[in-house]
């Protein structure tokens, strides 16, 4: 009775071990692509935090946009929040279209977080990053990215707040770009 237990306890243990090394593989096999330079950017639809209805990436085709992942527990997001709503003035003059998308945080948090710093361009919620995370990649915040006329992305990111001198000489070129192209 003893080795019958035993052998059962083994078979149910390599089961188990097969199951774990096959869910593994198919989790390998099927990652997410992050989002390349010129490639499509990654459409989504999500709800919109300072207005009403959805916001769908698709519906600013034709149009230069800057895509800026934030949050509102997050210090640098913070940092660059009203040098954002200052280049959206003075961008939106061009054409150009921002787009602020609130990642893994709580919808009311991010609507204080809007209303605190004055934010006017459209902004959208991605409740659980799944947008952030699947669809561009993103691992750490504020990541923008920028999307031509013909939707696709002319620079692959600026990693940290447009405030800084550095990503500020990036993120003009970029939306450069992104009205060029």
Known sequence: MRR???RGGQVVAVAGVAGLATLLTWHLTHEPSP??????????????????????????HGRPVVINFWA???????????????????????????????????????????????????AVHDAGGLVAANKYGVANLPVTYFVDRRGRLVRVTVLGPVSEKAHADEFRRGVQAAIES
Do not use: M, Q
């Open 35 to 60: 989002a390349r330079v010129g490639a499509r950017a990654p459409d989504f639809s999500l709800g919109r935090l300072n207005g009403s209805g959805t916001l769908d990436l698709a519906s600013l």
């Open 4 to 6: 019958r237990l035993k």
């Open 72 to 122: 509102s527990w997050c210090a640098p997001c913070k940092a660059e929040a009203s040098t954002l709503e200052r280049l959206w003035r003075e961008y939106r003059r061009r054409g150009v279209v921002f787009v602020g998308v609130d990642s893994n945080d709580a919808a009311s948090d991010a609507r204080r977080f809007l209303s605190a710093h004055g934010i006017t361009y459209p």
